[in-house]
């Protein structure tokens, strides 16, 4: 074996900073992410673009269809709902109201979720089968059951709707993060850590965390459709957002029984709903492929 | 302690690490609610060995005997179920916690896949400096100087700290590897297979790196292969294992030319010759390696010896002196 060691050059070139821009631009998802602007500016100018109050039924004028269609005016663009109600107006107002409730609940959610997940990953033990047993016993419970329990006892507010919401959907995540960190702990660079004397909480936090946030994200933004449902759901229920305000899912929930007169008052807050849905799913996808080293590798 | 090249690699007489009667037994547990514990997997029972400061010593021994157990008892990663192992006459399990940080920084290990040894989102930078941020505390300055440093021993170039390990080949990541090993000056490195998952031009300058390093830092090596040709290459002496047991040891060259255990001769009649015209005749084992939960009475290879005698499969024998620093265990050599 009179093999030298041989020399090592530099194993690619780094590609320049134009060149990463432009590969970031072209992989970045323009449309969903103009979406979610969109989604977002409206939320927070609401009050500018609403041309009437969400609450105010006016002279109820009920059920006046779009501008667009034979009979509408464009007083109300988007037509009235069953109080004369203008419906741009409340889908203006219900932007601020969906997107809170739903990027908290699931911030909070995943927060807890992903803390509890990776206890009871990477120490086990009794602590790790007792929140998994939990885990098993939320996820085969009807939630929206415990959530409207939950939203009565406390008392229905816009609180108290995000406090129950980000309670319940921690589960996911906890299963999720735990099933990772069982096959991560186990990996050669976490016993190397170990070796070279890393505590445990800096091995979770160095090592094993930065290889679950991408699978934390995209089930985040696919919570968030479902935690918007679920607040929907809810303020049907009246355990919700309380009644005069205006929520997507409460529109929808009340222009149900009108869906073949006045189809708009369902419609608009639908479109809304599945415009965010598959904005953010767009997004959790593209956020994946970012956060993860040699995915970007393999595109650029 | 950064010896020069000059230094002497021969090993000295004093030991740095001894296993004494180490055992590891998993339990195997059944019943889903009550658990109750229904036997043993006997990974390693039994193994006393005993390491010289500056030698490299090499377990061998096919998959499953328990090389990698034995390494990770010694890693600390495992307890022992049973004997002790010593590291510069310390017990690993009964270490006060100031002992056990001072034996992070001594002791280091390689691992046989590269990629999987490297965190993935690390910059590569920070990976060889994570031992010396965790044992060294050093000002930051320093450690960046020292990843430079530890770079170019093996051979890399330091500007390629800000990159990801994937964006190396699987020779340069175990290049790595071993820079964060010995980015903290240890005294002993447990080399578990590393070079067996490279490809074969890239093994042979991984195993020169590796013992142009031992020579320049006056390291201990513990090398854990299944590649008899890397084993004779690298180490002064070398311990042979099966089924949890070590079965044979000696010098590296007396071992190579003349085994004694019956399972030390089929493994090198199994090894490719290095000159063709060399090869012996073949000796091949039948039946498989028996389940470490369930070892045979006895002598543990009594079912696969070519040799087998009665009283092997009766009487265990013990490791003994047979020959000058050659161990044996076997009933063939009891006369």
Redesign the interface.
């Known amino acids: 074996?009179a093999?030298?060691?041989?020399?090592?050059?530099?194993?690619?070139p780094?590609a320049s900073r134009a060149q990463k821009a432009l590969a970031f631009l072209r992989r970045a998802p323009h449309l969903p992410l103009l979406i979610l602007v969109v989604y977002a500016l409206v939320a927070v100018f609401g009050p500018w673009l609403a041309s009437y109050d969400p609450t105010d039924i006016g002279d109820m004028n009920r059920h006046a269809p779009p501008m667009f269609v034979a009979g509408g005016s464009s007083a109300h663009v988007l037509g009235t709902d069953h109080l004369g109600r203008d419906v741009f107006s409340r889908l203006v107002y219900g932007a601020r109201i969906s997107l809170i409730i739903g990027v908290t609940a699931t911030t909070m959610g995943a927060f807890l979720g992903t803390t509890l997940g990776l206890i009871a990953g990477y120490f086990g033990g009794w602590v790790g089968n007792l929140i998994m047993r939990v885990v098993d016993a939320m996820l085969a419970f009807p939630v929206l059951l415990l959530a409207l329990v939950l939203a009565v006892t406390i008392g229905p507010s816009f609180a108290t709707v995000i406090l129950v919401l980000g309670i319940l959907s921690w589960s996911g995540y906890a299963r999720l993060v735990r099933g990772q960190v069982l096959t991560l702990r186990n990996?050669?660079?976490v016993?190397?850590?170990?070796?070279?004397?890393?505590s445990p909480w800096?091995i979770i936090v160095?090592?094993i965390l930065?290889?679950v946030v991408s699978s934390i994200i995209v089930l985040a933004t696919l919570q968030i459709p479902g935690v918007i449902l679920a607040e929907a759901s809810l303020s049907f229920l009246g355990a919700g957002i309380p009644p005069p305000n205006p929520s997507w899912g409460s529109m929808i929930a009340q222009g149900r029984t009108y869906v073949t007169t006045a189809w708009w008052t369902t419609l608009f807050p639908g479109v809304a709903i599945a415009g965010l849905v598959l904005s953010l799913n767009l997004l959790g996808d593209w956020l994946r492929d970012l956060w993860d080293?040699?995915i970007q590798?393999a595109h650029r | 302690m950064l010896n020069g090249a000059s230094s002497a690699a021969a090993p000295s007489e004093v030991g740095i690490l001894k296993l004494q009667e180490v055992a590891k037994w998993y339990p195997i547990q059944k019943g889903i609610a009550l658990k109750r514990t229904v036997g043993h997997v006997r990974a390693v029972d039994g193994v006393s060995l005993e390491v010289m400061h500056g030698e490299t010593i090499g377990l061998v021994g096919e998959s499953g005997c328990g090389k990698t157990t034995t390494g990770k008892l010694i890693?600390?990663?495992e307890a022992p179920t049973g004997g002790q192992v010593f590291f510069e006459g310390l017990d690993l399990n009964r270490m006060s916690s100031a002992e056990?940080?001072d034996y992070?920084?001594k002791?280091?290990?390689v691992?046989?896949?590269p990629m999987?040894?490297?965190?993935?989102?690390?910059k590569v930078g920070s990976i060889i400096a994570?031992?010396m941020i965790?044992?060294l505390g050093l000002p930051r300055n320093e450690i960046l100087e020292r990843v430079g440093a530890a770079m170019e021993a093996v051979?890399?170039?330091p500007?390629?700290a800000p990159?990801?390990p994937?964006?190396?080949?699987g020779?340069?990541r175990q290049?790595i590897?071993i820079a964060?090993a010995i980015s903290v000056n240890p005294k002993l490195l447990v080399l578990d297979e590393p070079v067996s998952s490279l490809d074969i031009?890239i093994q042979?300058?991984v195993?020169?790196?590796l013992k142009?390093i031992q020579e320049e830092h006056h390291l201990t090596y513990l090398l854990i292969a299944h590649n008899l040709g890397t084993v004779r290459?690298l180490t002064h002496r070398i311990a042979v294992m099966y089924l949890g047991q070590i079965v044979e040891e000696a010098p590296t060259e007396e071992f190579f030319n003349s085994p004694m255990h019956p399972y030390s001769k089929a493994l090198l009649s199994a090894a490719m010759p290095i000159r063709p015209k060399d090869s012996r005749e073949a000796i091949v084992l039948s039946g498989e390696v028996p389940s470490p939960a369930n070892p045979p009475q006895g002598c543990r290879f009594h079912p696969r010896c070519p040799s087998a005698m009665p009283q092997c499969s009766r009487v265990a024998p013990t490791l003994r002196e047979n020959a000058p620093d050659h161990m044996v265990s076997c009933h063939l050599y009891d006369g």
């Open positions: 074996m093999v030298s060691e041989g020399a090592i050059g530099l194993p690619r780094q990996k050669e660079f016993l190397l850590a170990q070796i070279a004397g890393c800096r160095q090592h930065p290889n080293p040699r590798g | 890693l600390r990663l056990v940080r992070r920084r002791v280091q290990a691992f046989q896949d999987a040894s490297l965190s993935p989102r690390m994570e031992p965790m044992n051979g890399l170039d500007s390629a990159m990801y994937h964006e190396f080949s020779g340069q290049r590897a964060r031009s042979a300058q195993i020169n790196l142009r290459y």
